[in-house]
């Protein structure tokens, strides 16, 4: 029986580079473009879906994907420099998705027949609902109130969460994958079979690039690939919804994409302000708050870093207010929260340094500006990204579940917390998702529309109904007596910034800035 028990480790063991370490400068400038690359699927995919449904050009489309580009360099380069400090890149939320669609069919703006003009009064009140529900975030971090929340966590509480955080994408994988089945499935085997099976082949020095560089390699044959069928008339005659995913010269993007455009504060005019529409996009905040939660957890642990204390989390929910108040300043037209398959690629390259996403940021404010090159990028397939989701989102999940080896798992309470937490952190959202491709509409449908959005948001995301699930159990069910089983001796040294001595070179702002603003 010794001979197969593996003990509880602390840190991650395989990973090469953790938070405070950076690999050579040119590595690190290569893993800084890929991640830049990496984050344009999602970057790219909810303009793309929303911008239409306004009543805007491709014209537009590409502006609001440069706008949305810029703010997610400034917001990641904050998050590391000030916020969490953890390797996270930070970019735009299809969890505001639901709150924008209520915006957008408000029936005073579906009055307005000119598209430009209805485009730009959408685009102007979602800016407003921005500017209103940020201040709900920057208050809950600033406060430390969601710091004092997370006294209730626990690994058994946060496995699920965290877990939801992959796998509660799962419709972003192999389902788009789907779509173009010709390049999404060579780009699912390639990457698997350079990342895992080649990465210990070495054709350049010491350089593990099949390892480190799998998202860069795979992107470029698979596009080029791409390109081939495309170029060779594979899709002619085929189905709307193939033309769409498959083909390279159907995004526009680079025809309509000035050589170059600088986003600035209230480019698309003044934010226009409605209480419905700010309570509304407050249920997004809160979801994205709660995605970030677990998505923070996993950085850390691909970071080789200690899980953020309170405080930190705070600190970092606080500046990811103020980047969700720059999405409004800026006209972003959603919300900002941690890039989830950039979390993944930490775990895939076994890099977990700061300096690279740092770099990246640059990567994403340089191309923002210069539209012709980012939207050359921009052009990729959405199915190759949605193979890279099926491996990232699931590391990120496996990451989750790995919290589990500090709690007794021969407890029937705790698996009974841990089996409903998942089961309906998928089939709650599942249930409200479905409502909208059948009858259009939310599960909730009332009179009052900013209460359906409300509630439509909250219950449409897995690692929230997660959350709400196995936080509520897991501090009810037999507290006292299961603590041990919980997790809780190894989990509430890191309740505090000072309960750990690691804390303090992960967490430590820069700049000698802990004069200023102490720990609490």
């Not at 840190?11 to 040119?26: F, G, K, V």
């Not at 999940?397 to 409903?420: E, K």
């Not at 937490?421 to 509409?441: D, E, R």
């Not at 009052?448 to 501090?475: K, Q």
Request: charged share 10%; net charge neutral; proline share 6%.
């Amino acid at each position: 029986m010794a001979d197969i028990i593996n003990p509880p480790m602390e840190q991650l063991q395989d990973l090469e580079y953790c938070i405070d370490s950076n690999p050579p400068w040119a590595e690190t400038i290569i893993l800084a473009f890929q991640n830049y690359i990496l984050m344009l699927g999602t970057t790219v995919m909810i303009p793309a879906a929303l911008v239409p449904l306004m009543g805007g050009s491709d014209g537009d489309k590409i502006r609001v994907i440069q706008t949305l580009l810029f703010v997610s360099g400034i917001n990641t380069l904050l998050q590391a420099l000030f916020g969490t400090r953890l390797p996270a890149v930070v970019g735009g939320s299809s969890a505001y998705l639901v709150p924008i669609l209520y915006i957008i069919e408000d029936s005073s703006l579906q009055q307005i027949t000119e598209p430009h003009e209805r485009f730009l009064h959408s685009m102007r009140a979602t800016q407003g609902a921005l500017i209103v529900a940020a201040s709900l975030q920057i208050i809950l971090g600033y406060s430390q109130v969601w710091g004092l929340f997370s006294r209730f966590f626990s690994p058994l509480g946060m496995a699920p969460v965290v877990g939801l955080v992959g796998l509660g994408l799962f419709e972003r994988g192999f389902p788009v994958v789907g779509n173009c089945i010709e390049i999404g499935i060579p780009m699912l085997l390639l990457v698997i079979g350079l990342s895992q099976y080649l990465k210990h082949i070495r054709p350049f020095k010491d350089v593990p690039i099949f390892e480190r560089f799998p998202v860069l390699i795979c992107v470029t044959i698979i596009w080029a690939y791409s390109h081939v069928l495309t170029a060779g008339g594979a899709y002619k005659n085929r189905r709307n919804v193939t033309q769409v995913s498959c083909r390279t010269d159907r995004a526009n993007l680079i025809y309509d994409a000035p050589w170059f455009k600088f986003p600035y504060p209230l480019q698309w005019g003044a934010p226009t302000f409605s209480a419905g529409h700010s309570f509304a996009m407050m249920s997004a905040v809160l979801v994205s708050m709660i995605e970030s939660t677990g998505a923070y957890q996993a950085a850390s642990r691909l970071a080789i870093a200690t899980p953020p204390p309170a405080y930190v989390l705070s600190r970092g929910i606080g500046w990811q207010g103020i980047g969700i108040l720059l999405d409004g300043l800026f006209g972003t037209l959603t919300g900002s929260t941690v890039s989830v398959e950039n979390v993944g690629l930490l775990g895939l390259t076994r890099v977990g340094s700061r300096r690279v996403v740092q770099i990246s940021a640059g990567f994403m404010i340089f191309f923002a500006t210069m539209g012709k090159f980012g939207a050359l990028f921009a052009s990729i397939p959405f199915p190759i990204f949605a193979a890279l989701y099926c491996v990232l989102f699931g590391l990120v999940a496996s990451v989750g579940l790995s919290f589990l080896q500090f709690t007794n798992m021969n407890s029937m309470r705790n698996l009974f917390i841990l089996g409903i937490s998942l089961f309906l952190g998928i089939s709650v959202p599942q249930y409200f998702n479905n409502f909208w491709l059948t009858a259009h509409h939310g599960a909730v449908h009332t009179r009052a529309g900013w209460f359906d959005a409300f509630l439509n948001t909250i219950f449409a995301s897995p690692p929230t109904v997660g959350l709400i699930v196995a936080v509520v159990l897991d501090n009810t069910l037999e507290v006292e007596k299961s603590k041990k089983d919980r997790g809780m001796p190894w989990w509430v040294k890191f309740r505090t910034f000072r309960g750990d001595n690691r804390n303090e070179e992960f967490y430590t702002l820069p700049f000698n800035l802990n004069r200023f603003f102490p720990p609490t």
